[in-house]
């Protein structure tokens, strides 16, 4: 059974900080890494995607991913209140193969 | 440019009932994907399809039937409702296996509930 955990949280930060969410997952074929923000009561939306090991900025957003460890994080820097949600980590093994989700972290900034 | 809608937002129904939640995207995407949401589950994949007339079951599908005539459609029907399917459905489609990212992007998802 193929896994993606995530610590559920929920995790706080104030406003400006940065917050850290991490996953780990089990099957070490996997080749695609998405994170989704996910507001409450809304459809998840996609934040970024990583493939290869390393960092990859987005603005505000940093995706790191390392194989060897079978772990993604994502950071968000100067967090905002408009930050607070869910955040689902998804992996792929194969193209074309459904996303495997992890349950989400959630997270809170406190203005 | 509407992108992906499902149908109906809510629905309430009683047990034994067979409801149908429509799925309908205008991207062309060649893959489509539902999954239920419950709270300490997270998403779960009930069922997907690659193409028209294609589909496969994911890790939930008992209970569940879909099909797939024409590929901006995925209607997911629940034969006979029962309690344990109160749930919110998401319908994603993406356009993977055509050298892109596999991302998948959702609708905004119906909220049913079985009495």
């Known amino acids: 059974q193929k896994e993606v955990e995530q610590n559920s949280g929920p995790l706080s930060v104030p406003e400006g900080a940065i917050a850290s969410l991490n996953c780990t997952y089990s099957?070490?074929?996997?080749?695609?890494f998405f994170w989704y923000r996910q507001y409450s009561g809304k459809s998840p939306e996609l934040i970024m995607f990583?493939?290869?090991?390393g960092d990859k900025e987005d603005g505000r957003f940093t995706a790191q991913l390392n194989k060897a460890s079978q772990y993604v994080s994502l950071l968000i820097r100067d967090s905002q209140p408009s930050d607070s949600a869910t955040y689902l980590c998804a992996v792929n093994g194969q193209a074309g193969t459904a996303l495997i989700f992890g349950k989400g972290t959630t997270l809170s900034v406190s203005s | 440019d509407a992108g992906i809608t499902q149908s109906p937002r809510y629905k309430i129904t009683e047990t034994g009932r067979q409801v149908t939640l429509m799925c309908h995207q205008t991207w062309s995407h060649s893959y489509m994907f539902w999954y239920r949401q419950d709270l300490g589950h997270g998403l779960r994949l009930i069922y997907y399809?690659?193409?028209?007339?294609?589909?496969d079951k994911g890790e939930v599908p008992d209970g569940y039937v879909v099909s797939r005539s024409k590929t901006e459609n995925f209607p997911l029907t629940l034969e006979s409702a029962t309690r344990s399917q109160t749930s919110v459905y998401f319908c994603?489609?993406?356009?993977?296996?055509?050298?892109?990212?596999?991302?998948?992007?959702f609708g905004p998802g119906t909220r049913l509930t079985v009495l």
């Open positions: 990583i493939y290869s090991n």
């Open positions: 399809s690659a193409a028209a007339d294609i589909t």
């Open positions: 994603a489609s993406s356009n993977a296996g055509l050298a892109t990212t596999d991302t998948q992007y």
């Open positions: 099957d070490r074929g996997s080749q695609s």
